[in-house]
């Protein structure tokens, strides 16, 4: 009487949880073995239990027990009356019982839930980008997961965050595919991304599996980092080598300053080597050709080559460097430092503020008629003038700033 109020007891906890409490979740790993005890059974035989399964390999319920014979490779009843299934495949998910007598009579049950996985290879991020153009869709490239059950999700990070698509700035195109024979997963997520203009230079981006099943490690890919370049200045963004002659149109007085400019899209810079007239200028290589105090054998067309050790070298356009003819030459050549440095200055400005240009390499100065000046300068008492130059050279911060503290009262 007293063992079958507890039988009763445990009925009723059983169909007050339902499955919530009722069955035990069970999750094994894909082509490893899997044992379900069946509780309350004789540890020997002979044994009175029963196992029941229901699972994809079943059409409703199957039954096995100790004494009938094992079902093929799939499942078998141990001698301590646990069931063992050597290698558990995704056919195997689905719902085991078992009802089990103890040899004083009393009834047992167990439920179990068995719910497979596999663990997939490293996620990977296929075809990534190098770089990224501010304010235009852009491709960072696809992460992949092979070989995973259940399929899981894939999220992309962001310097560490994750990423949620809004279909604007960011967006992923997602695709599952399922192994024909295997029935393991394959998942892509290739994402888009429109980086802000001035939004970070150097974002990094990398790629996680989150598994489909609660408490299993998620995986994470390498990170990769990427270049943002801003927009040229024409909004196209730049795809060959350009060359950018200041003043516009490379006609200078005599004396004035010519600044030629290669850009170019390549990472890492490519090597920029200057050409005039069809002819190498020997200089050191570098992006930026400055010619100072323009005269006429400087004339001539001139173009940039940019080496870039995968894509080859690579020539801009060439552009003409010529002297308008003012007959006023004395007055022209007494301003010649200033004009000159406050275009070097405002070209630097202007391509500083664009970021699109590896400047900072250096300048060369394309001095071939100065180079007695040169020597002149490495003359001690000439040091003043070295000063002075210095301080031209800032001068467009220095109005700035002096008007800003004269701003007040
Ligand atoms: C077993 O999994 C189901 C969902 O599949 C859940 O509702 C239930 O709470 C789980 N049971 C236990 C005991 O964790
Ligand atoms: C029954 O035997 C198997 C295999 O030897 C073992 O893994 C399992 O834990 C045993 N079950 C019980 C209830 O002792």
Known sequence: MAAGAVVGAWMLVLSLGGTVTGDQNITARIGKPLVLNCKGAP????????????TGRTEAWKVLSPQGDPWDSVARVLPNGSLLLPAVGIQDEGTFRCRATSRSGKETKSNYRVRVYQIPGKPEIVDPASELMAGVPNKVGTCVSEGGYPAGTLNWLLDGKTLIPDGKGVSVKEETKRHPKTGLFTLHSELMVTPARGGALHPTFSCSFTPGLPRRRALHTAPIQLRVWSEHRDAVPLKEVQLVVEPEGGAVAPGGTVTLTCETPAQPPPQIHWIKDGRPLPLPPGPMLLL??????????????????????QESRAVSVSIIETGEEGTTAGSVEGPGLETLALTLGILGGLGTVALLIGVIVWHRRRQRKGQERKVPENQEEEEEERAELNQPEEPEAAESSTGGP
């Not at 540890?43 to 229901?54: A, F, M, V």
């Not at 323009?294 to 004339?299: A, F, H, N």
Request: net charge negative.
């Open 43 to 54: 540890k020997k035989p002979p044994q009175q239990l029963e196992w029941k399964l229901n």
């Open 292 to 313: 100072p105090e323009v005269g006429p054998e400087d004339q001539g067309t001139y173009s940039c080559v940019a080496t870039h050790p995968s894509h080859g070298p």
